[in-house]
């Protein structure tokens, strides 16, 4: 696992931060010196197909120049990916390197992955005469990237506390795992102002795309729906599920509950989470479809204002005349959006 090649593939390894570490370029000479120039193009480019590819992409690593360029793009794009200073798009930043990290590894042998799971500190069990290997039940519990029944430990093989998994699904969760593992890192990190003087309009021109794009996605009716007219309490749980921010079970479920009441179809309020940074279709159509009474026999309503006060899901920063004259959160769409047909009809 010392090769060149892997360093570039999988610069999160310790191996390639050491290689980094001992080539000893400082972030001066990565943002301003020609050898690197290369290495800062690709930096950009992983960063601008977050937004169109949800990954980073992949490139030619025919030579070692090429490896090494691929190597040193990665720092390169984490300060840039910080500078941007947008908590979605750094949530989604890290969802693209991870799934960048998931591709590549499903083409490896299993061997190689094992090796993996050591930098991950994954405690597993493998040997010649079993074909998958298995990961300690806690870890399993810790990292399972769904709650999709797919995921639940009951459908799952476990022996002596550890629980059998073919080769993609450890696969997944080694992505979970490295999809929060640069989040939290960058979160803690501040924008670094040479970065941000040497990518100005970069850094400019991703923002105002974040921006446009988000804002396409308040004003964008879907269905029967328009989410303008949402009550502060929805339009907060919508955002935080947008910008892939870990929404309780209880505010999920008083958003698809919502949703249903209005008539939305299945596939329309799959458009809404699809906004998610870290989107899972198979997951979230379970989920709304248990909501929806599809997959057992009880459709649920939505709460009123009293519960979701009591689950903490009502804004007081947040509430207006309207939320004031309301018990539900259905009674107020219904209200903004009588008003709405009274000024669409002047």
């Known amino acids: 696992m010392t090769s060149l090649r892997v360093c570039a593939t999988y610069?999160?390894?310790?191996?390639?931060?050491?290689?980094?570490?001992?080539e000893g370029a400082t972030v001066h000479e990565l943002l301003t010196d020609p050898l690197f120039e290369q290495a800062r193009i690709i930096a950009l480019e992983r960063i601008?197909?977050?937004?169109?590819?949800?990954?980073?992409?992949?490139?030619?690593?025919?030579?070692?120049?090429?490896?090494?360029?691929?190597?040193?793009?990665?720092?390169?794009?984490?300060?840039?990916?910080?500078?941007?200073?947008?908590?979605?798009?750094?949530?989604s930043y890290a969802l693209a390197e991870a799934v960048h990290m998931y591709q590549n590894l499903l083409?490896?042998?299993?061997?190689?992955?094992?090796?993996?799971?050591?930098?991950?500190?994954?405690?597993?069990?493998?040997?010649?005469?079993?074909?998958?290997?298995?990961?300690?039940?806690?870890?399993?519990?810790?990292?399972?990237p769904t709650r999709h029944k797919h995921w639940k430990m009951v459908n799952r093989s476990m022996a002596n506390g550890f629980i059998s998994l073919p080769k993609k699904d450890l696969v997944r969760i080694l992505q979970e795992i490295l999809r929060k593992r640069i989040h939290q890192e960058l979160m803690a990190r501040s924008p670094h102002r040479e970065v941000l003087s040497v990518f100005t309009n970069e850094i400019s021109r991703m923002q105002h795309a974040i921006l446009i794009q988000r804002k396409k996605h308040e004003?964008?009716?879907?269905?029967?729906?328009?989410?303008?007219?949402?009550?502060?309490?929805?339009?907060?749980?919508?955002?935080?599920?947008?910008?892939?921010?870990?929404?309780?079970?209880?505010?999920?479920?008083?958003?698809?509950?919502?949703?249903?009441?209005?008539?939305?179809?299945?596939?329309?309020?799959?458009?809404?989470?699809?906004?998610?940074?870290d989107f899972d279709e198979e997951r979230t159509r379970y989920q709304i479809e248990h909501i929806l009474g599809k997959t057992g026999a009880?459709?649920?309503?939505?709460?009123?204002?009293?519960?979701?006060?009591?689950?903490?899901?009502?804004?007081?920063?947040?509430?207006?005349?309207?939320?004031?004259?309301?018990?539900?959160?259905?009674?107020?769409?219904?209200?903004?959006?009588?008003?709405?047909?009274?000024?669409?009809?002047?």
């Open 48 to 91: 601008e197909n977050v937004m169109s590819k949800r990954d980073v992409g992949n490139r030619v690593l025919s030579t070692d120049a090429d490896k090494i360029m691929e190597l040193f793009s990665y720092p390169l794009a984490r300060m840039i990916a910080v500078s941007i200073n947008d908590d979605y798009f750094l949530r």
């Open 107 to 144: 083409k490896e042998p299993l061997p190689f992955i094992l090796q993996v799971t050591k930098e991950f500190n994954l405690t597993i069990l493998h040997s010649d005469e079993q074909e998958d290997p298995s990961l300690y039940f806690t870890q399993y519990l810790a990292h399972a």
């Open 219 to 277: 004003a964008e009716p879907i269905g029967k729906l328009d989410i303008t007219l949402l009550p502060p309490c929805l339009k907060q749980i919508l955002t935080l599920i947008q910008s892939g921010e870990n929404v309780s079970h209880i505010g999920r479920f008083a958003l698809v509950a919502f949703l249903n009441s209005l008539n939305l179809s299945t596939e329309n309020i799959l458009t809404l989470f699809s906004k998610a940074p």
């Open 11 to 22: 610069p999160f390894l310790n191996e390639a931060k050491h290689y980094v570490q001992k």
């Open 298 to 346: 009880t459709s649920y309503k939505p709460p009123g204002c009293e519960k979701l006060k009591t689950y903490g899901l009502c804004p007081s920063e947040e509430i207006d005349d309207i939320c004031r004259r309301v018990y539900h959160p259905t009674s107020y769409y219904r209200y903004k959006w009588k008003q709405q047909k009274k000024k669409t009809a002047k």
